[in-house]
């Protein structure tokens, strides 16, 4: 596998009585095959969108013009869209490079936010993507019509189906409505398909694609997991299957969940796994609470909780395996200082690595329950395969949990109760 994920420091061997043993696997192992039997029948059925992604060709070709078109006509793209619309496309974008064109990313209803941007851009070298998987997503509708109105006070009508492109299901809802009255090209979002597991289809791959990202490369590696966690029997080597059967497990005693890369290119990918764990399986007064970390910042912010305070979190560390060719400082006169010198002599990924093996000693030596995924190198095909990684986790626990992972009853009252409200305030 291109990553490796250690459970060492999640078992009563290494952490004591806070851990679990391995006979607690037994539990699980029946329950394991089941799932996977499961997820076999319906990968040969293709009755799972999720499961067909990384076999796509079609889609990647659906999308080469529009993308050659904004890559050719604009130096900024403004991406608007909300949850699996939004941060699956923040997630790969950070392996860029490319410096136009720029991506602006939209997710929330803040007008400061939208303020700020349009002081920044120039309308007519800007194109728009509206993603809503519903067509119907309230925020994402009103961000639309900020940036339309933007638009349409600094250019005509007639240009609107040049700069605006459109992702939705191909049904009637809002935003189709808006897009057939400008004549704004849609691309279909699969109907199947939450938003949460969209990261490798089109609402993902065209923003990577924007920024020169080897869409391939990305499912490559996602495919490489799921034929992985499909064919893998043994549950110990199973990796995404291994790591739900330790959250199930763990999360009967930790109610919390934390996630912390130790790379700043991965900080979206932990708000975007957040989404994934929360809405996935918080159901029934079941699942974990998933929490956002960022390797070194949080360890002046969220360390000392984690080792001194409640016994209620399993941590995740994800890093580097290796150090990469960053090189030290080296310089000549200095003052004479014992860890001006030290660092004078390290480079900053040696620095990286070494607070990240610290706070895993640290942690294990404290007897806290912490988990451990590394890689060689953070590219496209290795992204791909950390976000197959954590949906297929996630299919797992939901199997075991006996929870439905691809809907979300919840939040749907509160959905009514705020178009109720903000219909009494324009009254």
């Not at 996935?280 to 960022?294: E, H, N, R």
């Given at each position: 596998m291109i990553y490796q994920q250690n459970l060492v420091g999640l078992f009563?061997?290494?952490?004591?009585?806070?851990?679990?043993k391995p006979t607690q696997l037994d539990l699980y192992r029946q329950k394991f095959l089941n799932a996977q039997e499961r997820f076999n029948q319906i990968f040969a059925d293709g009755s799972l969108p999720l499961f067909k992604l990384p076999y796509l060709r079609k889609d990647l070709l659906t999308l080469t013009p529009h993308v050659e078109r904004f890559q050719d006509d604009f130096t900024d793209v403004v991406i608007i869209g909300t949850g699996?619309?939004?941060?699956?496309g923040q997630t790969l974008r950070v392996l860029s490079e490319a410096r136009e064109p720029r991506l602006h990313f939209l997710d929330n209803v803040d007008p400061a936010t939208f303020e700020a941007l349009f002081k920044t851009i120039n309308?007519?070298?800007?194109?728009?993507?509206?993603?809503?998987?519903?067509?119907?997503?309230?925020?994402?509708?009103?961000?639309?019509?900020?940036?339309?109105?933007?638009w349409r006070q600094s250019a005509s009508d007639n240009a609107i189906s040049d700069h605006f492109l459109v992702i939705t299901e191909k049904k009637p809802s809002p935003l189709m409505r808006l897009a057939k009255k400008w004549s704004m090209p849609v691309i279909e979002h699969d109907p199947d398909l939450g938003g949460r597991f969209s990261v490798l289809s089109v609402v993902g791959m065209l923003p990577a694609m924007l920024v020169g990202i080897d869409p391939l490369a990305v499912r490559k590696g996602a495919q490489d997991v799921l034929e992985h966690a499909l064919k893998e029997r043994t549950l110990e080597e199973n990796l995404p299957a291994m790591g739900a059967v330790a959250a199930v497990i763990l999360g009967k005693r930790y109610p919390n969940s934390v996630l912390m890369p130790y790379v700043d290119r991965l900080a979206y990918f932990a708000?975007?796994?957040?989404?994934?764990?929360?809405?996935?399986?918080?159901?029934?007064?079941?699942?974990?609470?998933?929490?956002?970390?960022?390797?070194?910042?949080?360890?002046?912010?969220?360390?000392?909780?984690y080792l001194d305070g409640p016994l209620d979190k399993v941590i995740t560390l994800i890093g580097s395996e290796k150090n990469t060719d960053n090189q030290a400082p080296n310089m000549e006169g200095l003052p004479d200082d014992e860890l001006l010198s030290l660092l004078n002599r390290t480079s900053l990924s040696d620095l990286l690595r070494a607070e990240f093996e610290a706070t895993r000693d640290t942690l294990i030596q404290n007897r806290k329950p912490v988990r451990v995924i590394t890689y060689e190198t953070l590219n496209a095909e290795t992204l791909g395969a950390l976000l197959m990684h954590f949906m297929i986790e996630t299919l797992y626990a939901a199997e075991l949990l006996n929870?439905?992972?691809?809907?979300?009853?919840?939040?749907?009252?509160g959905k009514v109760l705020a178009r109720e409200y903000l219909a009494k305030s324009i009254e």
């Open positions: 009563a061997e290494k952490i004591g009585e806070n851990g679990f699996g619309s939004s941060l699956g309308s007519q070298q800007t194109g728009f993507v509206v993603i809503s998987k519903s067509g119907g997503t309230a925020e994402t509708l009103a961000g639309f019509l900020s940036c339309l109105n933007f708000k975007w796994y957040r989404q994934l764990w929360a809405e996935s399986l918080g159901k029934q007064g079941k699942g974990t609470t998933p929490l956002d970390a960022l390797g070194t910042v949080d360890q002046h912010s969220q360390l000392q909780l929870v439905n992972p691809f809907d979300q009853p919840a939040v749907e009252q």
